[in-house]
């Protein structure tokens, strides 16, 4: 905090999201449609609610996204369930005379941007331009991006066939891991977000019934906390409202995986990722919420950029209730009006996804790993990634869930 009074704005709001009373500036007679479900989708309805702003929820599966008190479907539809490819006769038909749209997933986010212009009036999204998402959603067309715009990033080679992995030469294998071009599609199919390989032929063994094609892209070395994520918004005149800084402290997998253990950072800590941030911001000509993972190459100590996410993420309520809420930006955007910029938030407070945590701490090596009480202690009073003592049904629903997993020996996540 750089002052008194800031201190007791940041306080004031998170007081205002964990309390659930309405805020006078965000109450409207416009709802918004939120598409997708899980963990994002669940945060961004709470969020929303909270601010007084009435959600329905449209998605393919709701997963514990429908046991939120806030979980409501929009009457007389013959169902809940929709995908992205039916997005314009479903909102040509509901009886709206006008709603906010906030995707939740890749697919709804290209979806949202690529909607006739007609209904784009009608329903107003705080989105990029379909150019932009397409740029990030396809990570070739991305690593690209960043080539021609000088923005650092991992090395990333495309690989359109296992006869082209073949004929590579063995030693641009190891260090480096197998990703996908589409990230969403290649996760629900696959279950995993990438493929390390030791070696050329562990690589070929692994891509024989993977499809192609595949980036082969450099694996950064170094902990879970050389990761460092940006969050924030940026608005339709291209003014970056706000920047919100969190470093990783664990993950699951440990190599290739999602945080299960964070802290909000000054952004100050990261300035050279946050400056990097903007350059690419700028030269994307974004617009809308977006969710940045760096990782600190301890080679040459540089940030290097790993992707962004074109939309809300698995933490946003975390962001909202250090003092940076993004649902309420994108909102006001998309409605025409002015968005207040927020300078600072709550710093060193700490977000445990507790589940996915305590799995991390279970892969430690067993000379690494401290003690079950030292563990406990790095999670006690952080907030908790589900469970929310006004909102118990998501939490509730995703242990019953977790419970069945684990004695069938399964592990999947909702992704973000």
Known sequence: MNSVTEHTQVEQHTNRLQNGRKHPYSRSDVPVLVFEGGLTGAGTIRILSESGIKTFAVSNDPG??????????????????????????????????????????????????????????????????????????????????????????????LLKSLDELAALDKNKVPGRFLKPIASLEFSRRYGVKAVLAANHEEAMRKMTKVAFPIMLQDYIPGPATSHCFIDGFVDQHGKVCALFARRRLRMYPPSVGNSSLMESIAIEEVAPAAEILKQ?????????????????????????????????????????????????????????????????????????????????????????????WQWLKSVWGADEAIFRWSDPGPAIAYDIDYFKRHLLGRWSFDGG
């Not at 539809?77 to 490819?85: E, G, V, W």
């Not at 979806?111 to 070739?140: G, H, I, Y």
Request: with cysteine.
């Open 280 to 372: 690419l911001l700028a030269g994307l000509k974004y617009r809308g919420i977006f969710s940045a993972e760096f990782k600190l190459d301890e080679r040459d100590g540089i940030y290097k950029i790993l992707e962004v996410n074109a939309r809300p993420w698995w933490y946003i309520e975390f962001a909202a209730r250090c003092g940076i809420d993004v649902c309420q930006m994108a909102y006001d955007d998309a409605l025409g009006r002015p968005v207040r910029e927020v300078t600072c938030y709550e710093v060193g407070r700490r977000c445990v996804y507790l589940s996915l945590d305590f799995a991390a701490y279970l892969k430690q090596p067993k000379n690494e790993r401290s003690g079950l």
């Open 64 to 157: 514990i996204f429908r046991y939120s008190r806030f979980f409501r479907a929009y009457p007389n539809l013959r169902t809940t369930r929709f995908s992205p490819s039916e997005i314009v006769p479903l909102l040509s038909g509901l009886d709206l005379p006008r709603a906010v749209l906030m995707p939740c997933a890749d697919d709804w986010v290209k979806a949202v941007a690529d909607l006739p212009e007609k209904l784009r009036e009608r329903f107003p999204a705080s989105t990029p331009s379909l150019s932009t998402v397409q740029t990030l959603v396809d990570k070739w067309a991305f690593a690209e991006a960043l080539q021609s715009l000088g923005v650092p990033h991992p090395e990333t080679l």
